[in-house]
């Protein structure tokens, strides 16, 4: 595509450092993922991050840490990537369906209130394209009900809440790596949390479920775990987007200032609805408009690479013929904004010029004109 929906931008040094490390001889977890932990750990204001080899793997481990399992009920939003409902799954737990609001995307608390039964122990809210969620709602809600809040913050990396960054909400928060993310290292995840059992139990689990080390012969395996360590070939991937943060989320804010200024009220396009104390991260930047499927192939057509917004889990199979799946509602919400969402190009280095070829080539195949008059 001419103009792609996203393309990970890779800071100057960025080869250097890979090339160091192959140079090395060292691929594995060591310092430079070690290095990107603190970094994103200091950067959200979060005593502990821990990488992990991708966010579905650290949302599964997420569930497993915090010991819920077989018989155990967590909550998910219905419009989300299946990843989200896959990890509570793949834990051997019932992902809950439910819907989400139609304006913000993210999951509707009356329907999460109404899904709570006496065997959840979760929610798993998706903060969905780097919208922060309305945890004035949330943490009060879900406290009242017993209920752990692990936050699928996929896409959310560097969004806000009354000026706290994302991941010093929730019990525990996941972030991803891939690269259609704000910062990548070509696969990976971050898990953050304040609780230092939680963070210990974690990093064991990422690493064979190995207990403290002193030297290799001393080395004991403590409790379960698999392989999910981010390799330090990955991790010199990220880093130097790591260190540039700050200035790679402002451009996004700014492009996508850029795009709600100018379509902001232009008939035939809706734009979705921001908490007003949330800052969002634009991992994505979605329009609704009606006829979206036409409006999508038309500017396809064209080079430019709009999508859908992400997936309604009630409609696939694994999830609708699921005998530990419980689906709650309609999804009107759901199958409204599925039917609807647009994402647009949106990266660090889309040009202007490009941006307002977006803008007018959408409103075009709406029949809306030029933005800019
Ligand atoms: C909401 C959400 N959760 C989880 C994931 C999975 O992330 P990863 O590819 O790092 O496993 C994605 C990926 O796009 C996502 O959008």
Known sequence: MRIPLIRPFLP?????????????????????????????????????????????????????CLGI????????????????????????????????DPDDMNISMNALERAITPATRAVMPVSTFGNPLRYDELLPLAQSRGLYVIEDAACSFGAAYRG??????????????????????ARG?????????????????????????????????????????????????????????????ARRRELARRYKQALLGRPGIRLPATPAEGAHAYQTFCVFIEERDRVMAILREQGIEAQIGTYALHRHSIFSHNAN???????????????HALALPLYHEITEAEQDEV????CEAIGTGDPHS
């Open 12 to 64: 100057a040094g960025t080869q250097e450092l890979v090339a160091q490390v192959l140079a090395s001889g060292f691929f594995v977890e060591g310092p430079l993922t070690a290095e990107l932990e603190a970094l994103t750990a200091a950067w959200i204001g979060v005593p502990h991050a821990i990488a992990v080899d991708s966010a579905t793997t650290g949302l599964e481990m997420a569930v497993r």
């Open 69 to 100: 399992g077989a018989g155990d009920e967590v909550i998910v939003p219905d419009y989300t990537f299946p990843a989200t409902a896959l990890a509570i799954l793949c834990a051997g737990a019932t992902p809950v369906l439910v819907d989400v």
């Open 164 to 185: 706290e960054r994302v991941g010093r909400q929730a019990d525990i928060t996941i972030f991803s790596l891939h690269p259609r993310k704000s910062i990548t290292t």
């Open 189 to 249: 995840g971050m898990v953050v949390t304040a609780n230092a059992e939680w963070a210990q139990w974690l990093r064991a689990y990422k690493c064979f479920g190995k207990g403290a080390q002193q030297t290799r012969a001393s080395t004991t395996f403590t409790q379960e775990g698999r392989n999910a360590m981010l390799p330090d070939v990955l991790a010199a991937i990220g880093l130097p987007q790591m260190k540039m943060f700050d200035g790679l989320l």
């Open 325 to 339: 799946v419980r689906i709650e509602g309609g999804m009107a919400a759901s199958k409204q904004v599925f039917d």
């Open 359 to 362: 803008m007018e080539k959408l």
